[in-house]
């Protein structure tokens, strides 16, 4: 079992940034991918990135690219993503997700991911 707890989240004015991160408990992780996903007000959870961290191989959505980035510190069992010039559009509750394996196939699909944190508000506000 893997035991998920995200942070980091809260109110901030759009063009400003959040660190969020996801302290993972019970496994080690270096043969896991680590998944962000959220979830806005009356819609799906949505992918945001991911990161293998037996490779360090990283993806991510189209609109988050060039703004937002997730790593990993392998010593503290914990998954980052830090997120600059936010965008209204990025409110959500944001989701730390994991599986196991080690390539990011279909790594954009929920159903794929093993373990889920208890999500984090991110609000941003224009």
């Known amino acids: 079992q893997v035991q998920l707890v995200e942070s980091g989240g809260g109110l901030v004015q759009a063009g400003g940034s959040l660190r969020l991160s996801c302290a993972a408990s019970?496994?080690?992780?270096?043969?896991?991918?680590m998944g962000w996903f959220r979830q806005a007000p009356g819609k799906e959870r949505d992918f945001v990135a991911a990161?293998?961290?037996?490779?360090?191989?990283?993806m991510y959505t189209d609109s988050v690219k060039g703004r937002f980035t997730i790593s990993k510190d392998d010593a503290k069992s914990t998954v980052y993503l830090q997120m600059n010039s936010l965008k209204s559009d990025d409110t959500a509750v944001y989701y730390c997700a994991a599986r196991e394996g080690v390539g990011l196939l279909r790594v954009r699909e929920r159903s794929r991911y093993d373990y889920w944190g208890q999500g984090t508000q991110v609000t941003v506000s224009s």
């Open positions: 019970g496994r080690t992780l270096s043969r896991f991918v």
């Open positions: 990161v293998s961290c037996s490779s360090g191989i990283t």
